[in-house]
C-alpha cells in the first residue's frame, strides 16, 4: 500500500487503519500462490483463501460467524480497496460473498442464516446475486421471471443472466416476480440451492476480465416456501437496500484499480530513460500523474463518506439510507478510475497494451465496474431524483 495517509482521516478509526495493513500484507503473501489459469479453480481458491484468514468474516453479522455485530461499510470498502489493488478476482470473490449473502443477512429466516452465513464466513459456499434478465438489467423492475405457489413450494420460470458466480456457486438469492401488482410491487426473493430441480446453467459468459459468469434457466424450478427472503412482495426494497450496503465498496474496488496504476505509472515514469533524461521529467508526464493522484484522492473522499454516513445511520439505530452519496461515490469513483487506468496505459506506451502486464490487466478489470450494480447512467439519475427528492 502506498500512500497510508488517507487512512488518518476522521473517517476511520485506528482499527481500520490495522484492517488494511494487515490485508495488505495478507495480499501481498497470497496473490502470488493462486493460478489464474482456470478462472473458476482460480476463484474458488480464493474464496477458500480469504475463508481460512478471516477476511469473509466481514461479510456476515458477528450473529453467524462475522467479524463484526453488522455488516460495516468501512470494513468493506478497506477490504475491496486493498484486494482490488493486488488482484481483481481476489477482489470479486470477497464482494460476492458479501453481495450475494446480504439479502439472507438482512432479511432471512434464523434458519436461512444459521445454514448459509456461517459457511459464507468460512468461505465453504459460494454466494450469488441474481437479479438482472435478459431484458431487465438497470430496469429492475421489468424482470419477467415468475413464481406461484403450489402449496408449500414455489415454482420458478424464467431466466437470469450476468449472474456472477454463475457455475460455481452454492446458492443463488434470486430475485422473481410473484404477483401481477404492477412495477417492483410483485416482485419477492428466494435462496436457490444451486442443485434445486428446474435450475440449470443456459451459457456460460466470457468477458474482457474473465470472472465465473453465467446465465441461469429457471424450467418448473421448485423451492420450498421456508427459502423465501421477507415477506411477498418485498423483494425490490430489498435488492436496493442490499445495493445501498455494497454500492459504496464498488467505488473502493475502483479506488483500488487506481491506486495501483498510479504506482505502476509513477514507477515507470521514474525509470524510463529517454531523451537524456527520464519520462518522469516531462512537463506533460508531471501533469499526467498529477490528475492522477487528484482524482484518486477526490474519489477516496466520496467513497469513505458514504461509508463512514452510512456506519454512522447504522450505529444510531438505522437512519436514513445514503443513497445518495453512495451513488456520487460509485459514479465518480469507477470513471475516474478509468480514466486513471488509461493514462497509466498511455504512460506505459507499447508495454501498456503488452498481454500480461499489469496495466494492461488494471485496463480490462476496470471496465465493467462503470456498469455492474447500476451503470453509471443510473447513478445520476438517482442523484438527480434524490436531490429533487430532497430540495437540496
Known amino acids: 500500500m502506498s500512500d497510508r495517509r488517507y487512512l488518518e482521516l476522521p473517517f476511520f478509526e485506528p482499527r481500520h487503519g490495522e484492517l488494511a495493513t494487515a490485508v495488505d500484507a495478507w495480499a501481498v503473501r497470497t ?14 481458491a480464493w474464496v477458500r483463501a480469504l475463508g481460512e484468514a478471516g477476511w469473509l468474516r466481514y461479510a456476515v453479522p458477528a450473529s453467524h460467524g ?12 478497506l477490504l475491496r480497496e486493498t484486494l482490488a489493488r493486488h488482484d481483481g478476482l481476489a477482489d470479486f470473490a470477497f464482494a460476492m460473498q458479501g453481495l450475494g449473502s446480504g439479502p439472507i443477512t438482512l432479511a432471512g429466516s434464523d434458519a436461512l442464516r444459521a445454514r448459509w452465513l456461517p459457511k459464507v464466513a468460512r468461505g465453504e459456499a459460494i454466494a450469488a446475486f441474481a437479479l438482472s434478465e435478459p431484458d431487465a438489467g438497470s430496469d429492475v423492475a421489468a424482470m419477467s421471471t415468475r413464481a406461484r405457489r403450489d402449496g408449500d413450494h414455489w415454482v420458478i420460470d424464467g431466466a437470469k443472466t450476468w449472474i456472477s ?10 430475485f422473481v416476480r410473484t404477483s401481477e401488482e404492477p412495477s417492483a410491487r410483485g416482485i419477492s426473493a428466494f435462496v436457490v440451492d444451486a442443485d434445486a430441480p428446474g435450475l440449470s446453467i443456459a451459457e456460460r ?11 441461469l434457466a429457471f424450467d418448473r424450478c421448485r423451492v420450498p416456501a421456508s427459502a423465501m427472503l421477507g415477506e ?11 445495493l445501498d450496503i455494497f454500492r459504496s465498496s464498488v467505488a473502493a474496488a475502483a479506488l483500488g484499480f487506481a491506486r495501483r496504476a ?6 515507470h515514469a521514474r525509470s524510463r530513460k529517454m531523451f537524456g533524461g527520464a519520462l518522469a521529467d516531462f512537463q506533460l508526464t508531471q501533469a499526467a500523474l498529477a490528475e492522477m493522484a487528484s482524482a484518486i484522492d477526490a474519489s477516496m473522499l466520496l467513497t469513505y463518506r458514504a461509508a463512514w454516513l452510512r456506519d454512522a445511520a447504522v450505529a444510531k439505530g438505522g437512519g436514513e439510507r ?16 478509468q480514466q486513471v487506468v488509461d493514462r497509466a496505459v498511455q504512460l506505459f506506451g507499447g508495454l501498456g497494451v503488452k498481454k500480461g502486464s499489469v ?8 471496465r465493467a465496474l462503470r456498469i455492474y450494480e447500476g451503470a453509471t447512467e443510473v447513478q445520476k439519475l438517482i442523484i438527480g431524483r434524490e436531490l429533487l427528492k430532497s430540495g437540496a
Not at 459468459?205 to 446465465?215: E, N
Open 31 to 44: 496473490a502470488t500462490g493462486i493460478d489464474h489459469s482456470d478462472t473458476d479453480a482460480a476463484c474458488r
Open 66 to 77: 462475522g467479524a463484526l455485530p453488522v455488516l460495516e461499510s468501512r470494513a468493506l470498502c
Open 165 to 174: 458466480n454463475g457455475g460455481i456457486a452454492d446458492f443463488y438469492v434470486t
Open 205 to 215: 459468459i466470457d468477458v474482457v476480465a474473465p470472472h465465473p459468469l453465467a446465465t
Open 232 to 242: 411477498p412482495g418485498a423483494g425490490f426494497k430489498l435488492a436496493m437496500s442490499n
Open 262 to 267: 498510479l504506482d505502476e505509472g509513477l514507477a
Open 322 to 337: 445514503q443513497t445518495r452519496e453512495a451513488a456520487m461515490a460509485k459514479m465518480v469513483a469507477t470513471e475516474s478510475a
Open 359 to 366: 496495466v494492461e490487466r488494471l485496463y480490462r478489470e476496470v
